[in-house]
């Protein structure tokens, strides 16, 4: 590779940001960078033609010939996750175990998240917390851990170029499916933004017996361009949860030509064991010392990641379960924004969290780039019921938490 591909490469990222931002003619220049044999532009335009395009996964194959490593990562990491090509976890193992021996970080950690993954398919789930536990030096906080574990389904996208998915499909974004004599709803002012439908007849089987409804369709409806953080009263505005007992009275329904949309993403629910959130009542009452704090973040965020059967892909999308919370506790502050606003750090808190226990999170959905979802930084959006609300099957009582970075 000589000095002309560098160049090439170079003045074609730049391109791609800034004041003089020509996405076309940067395409042009790393292409011809990559003709000349630049590997990192091979991973450059992989990623910018979008991870559910063929041609991008050639140019990361072409990256791979000319020995790039982040060619081999990005490539990896598709065929972990399914995503644009099929699943293919020896090949993938291949490539990260090359990139890793060349002193590729990232590599080295996806390739001990996918031993770890296909280890847990060959144990109880139970048996794979227990083997988080002991990997991060918290046998001691065993017991605690484990009466903590909730049952959760993440839902793992699968990018939809084209909203052509079938009515009463499970999805991100795109177009809702309403019953006839539904209106699209609205928030203050303005219409709401399509946000997910989940059909519960594919969800159900991955839960506890009694949740949810065994048939039906869920659609959720926010203010995307307001964005309510839910921490005062009047945000209940700014969000909609619509619930069709018979999934096969729907159509789809015409956007509002002003509203906020996304992008398409097919959505398969699986099985998965969450963790509280270090920052939760649950997590309180574990007992850690400092040093133990911070080895059970790390040890739940790995046990999210690795110590599950199956890859789910860079967006953590879920109903029920724990949540992967950012900032702090939720259910208290939905209590105290219902109460009119309540000092969360005053002394009587016993009270609060005991009327805080009844919130279950409804469904969480993930900033993600295949459906141009971003909330706040790189946050999410959390909705919540209350139990006896979720037993009368009253959606329409949701409450929506905003947490980001």
């Keep these: 590779m000589g000095r002309k591909a560098e160049r090439l490469f170079k003045q074609g990222r730049a391109l791609f940001a800034g004041r003089d931002r020509d996405p076309e003619r940067a395409v042009a220049l790393l292409v011809e960078a990559a003709d000349l044999g630049h590997g990192e ?3 450059m335009l992989g990623r910018r033609l979008g991870r559910d395009d063929p041609e991008g996964l050639r140019w990361l194959r072409r990256g791979i010939e000319l020995g790039d490593d982040k060619c081999r990562v990005e490539t990896a990491m598709r065929l972990l996750g399914g995503i644009g ?3 293919d976890e020896g090949v993938a193992a291949d490539l990260l175990r090359a990139a890793a021996g060349n002193g590729n970080r990232v590599a080295a950690e996806e390739l001990t998240g996918l031993r770890r993954r296909q280890a847990s398919r060959r144990r109880t789930p139970e048996a794979s917390l227990e083997a ?23 839902l793992v996208g699968t990018p939809s170029s084209a ?5 009463g499909a499970s999805k991100l974004g795109g177009t809702p499916d309403l019953g006839e004599a539904v209106e699209w709803p609205n928030g203050t002012g303005r219409p709401l933004s399509f946000i997910a439908q989940i059909n519960l007849a594919t969800v159900a089987p991955c839960l506890p017996g009694g949740l949810l409804p065994a048939a039906g369709l869920l659609s ?20 909609q949860v619509v619930f069709a007992a018979d999934a096969g009275s729907l159509r789809r329904a015409a956007a509002p030509g002003e509203v906020t949309a996304f992008g398409a993403v097919a959505l398969t629910p699986q099985p998965e064991q969450t963790l509280p959130f270090g920052r939760t009542m649950e ?9 133990a704090s911070d080895r059970y973040g790390d040890m739940r965020e790995a046990f999210g990641a690795h110590f599950q059967p199956h890859h789910g892909g860079a967006s953590r999308h879920r109903m029920f379960g724990h949540p992967d919370a950012i900032q702090g506790d939720m259910r208290r502050r939905i209590e105290a924004t219902l109460r009119g606003g309540v000092d969360l750090d005053a002394a009587e808190t016993a009270e609060l969290d005991e009327a805080a226990k009844r919130w279950v999170l409804l469904l969480q959905v993930d900033s993600d780039h295949d459906a141009e979802m971003m909330w706040g930084d790189a946050g999410c959006i959390f909705f919540w019921i209350a139990r006896e609300a979720l037993a009368a099957g009253d959606f329409s009582a949701a409450f929506v938490q905003l947490q980001c970075y």
Excluded: K
């Design 220 to 239: 959720f409806f926010y203010d995307a361009e307001g964005q309510p953080w839910g921490l005062e009263p009047g945000d209940r505005a700014g969000w």
């Design 41 to 43: 532009a091979c991973w």
């Design 85 to 87: 090509t099929p699943v």
């Design 132 to 154: 988080a536990v002991a990997e991060y030096g918290l046998h001691v906080y065993a017991d605690v851990i484990r009466a903590a574990v909730l049952p959760s389904v993440r």
């Design 163 to 167: 909203d052509g998915l079938p009515v």
């Design 283 to 291: 997590a309180r009452g574990f007992g850690f010392n400092d040093d």
